[in-house]
């Protein structure tokens, strides 16, 4: 029963961080196995459905609060990652389990080229009540910035406001969002913070430390639901490389075999 319990929560919870290096053969293919459950979910789940309206509800009230309340003479903004934010790419997800690749630039600039990425639930109506308020749109996306007029098209075909391209800040050399956010918070006052990962709120995560970054969590916790807005995604992120970094194992299949052991589980 133990190990069916820690097979299970192998499937749900370790899932795929998109900076690894390609495998080759047999162990290639089955490497991308974890994948499959935390994609099944992204794409087959009511409760994924739920989640995402439940978030742009309540970016909505947020926002709303924050407007009346804002004192600065500086016009208003929001700040928005874009994968697995506003658009969903479970179907590279998919790619990767069917063909055994890892994520690789190439690859993953083959899917944006597409510009067929659909909207995720709540994203088009929360930014259309923002831009209708008055309120400033900005997308920091470390897709890369020659993925800029691919991504343009793919929002515009789907109906998202603001998609001029100087409200895109996308990434050129760092996956570090700060500077990029420094831009914007000069000239606007952003009232909110909508991402997927933490490193689309603030700094303090892109180095967690062996507590995995709960206590930073803990700290600003009064920040959720009132600036930072956070969306569900299992299927990779800053907190795959957090785990990869307490375990001190780089070997991609060798942390996967190991990963369980890392698990709570009862006796």
């Known amino acids: 029963m133990k190990n069916i319990l820690l097979i299970g929560c192998l499937g749900v919870i370790f899932l795929s961080c998109q900076d690894e290096s390609p495998q080759s053969g047999e162990n290639k293919k089955a490497s991308n196995e974890h994948l499959v459950m935390a994609t099944a979910w992204y794409q087959k789940s009511a409760e994924q459905v739920a989640c995402y309206y439940q978030a742009f509800n309540l970016a909505t009230m947020a926002l709303e609060k924050q407007m009346h309340t804002d004192s600065s003479e500086k016009p208003n903004a929001i700040v928005l990652d874009i994968d697995e934010t506003l658009l969903d790419n479970s179907p590279?997800?998919?790619?990767?389990?069917?063909?055994?690749?890892?994520?690789?630039?190439?690859?993953?600039?083959?899917?944006?080229?597409?510009?067929?990425?659909?909207?995720?639930?709540?994203?088009?109506?929360?930014?259309?009540?923002?831009?209708?308020?008055?309120?400033?749109?900005?997308?920091?996306?470390?897709?890369?910035?020659?993925e800029l007029q691919p991504t343009i098209t793919n929002m515009e075909n789907l109906g998202f406001p603001e998609t001029r391209p100087d409200h895109f800040l996308l990434k050129s050399t760092t996956s570090n969002k700060t500077e990029r956010r420094k831009q914007i918070t000069q000239n606007y006052d952003v009232l909110l913070?909508?991402?997927?990962?933490?490193?689309?709120?603030?700094?303090?995560?892109?180095?967690?430390?062996?507590?995995?970054?709960?206590?930073?969590?803990?700290?600003?916790?009064?920040?959720?639901?009132?600036?930072?807005?956070?969306?569900?995604?299992?299927?990779?992120?800053?907190?795959?490389?957090?785990?990869?970094?307490?375990?001190?194992?780089d070997d991609y299949q060798e942390f996967i075999d190991h990963f369980p052991s890392e698990l709570d589980t009862w006796e």
């Open 92 to 146: 590279f997800q998919v790619k990767m389990i069917q063909t055994g690749k890892h994520y690789s630039h190439e690859f993953w600039k083959q899917w944006t080229d597409k510009a067929e990425a659909k909207a995720l639930p709540g994203a088009i109506e929360f930014l259309t009540y923002a831009s209708d308020v008055g309120t400033d749109i900005f997308y920091v996306s470390n897709r890369m910035e020659n």
């Open 193 to 249: 913070y909508v991402g997927d990962n933490l490193g689309d709120f603030s700094s303090q995560w892109d180095n967690r430390g062996e507590d995995l970054g709960m206590n930073e969590i803990a700290e600003v916790k009064h920040k959720f639901g009132t600036e930072f807005i956070i969306l569900p995604n299992p299927m990779y992120g800053g907190w795959v490389d957090a785990l990869k970094k307490t375990s001190g194992i």
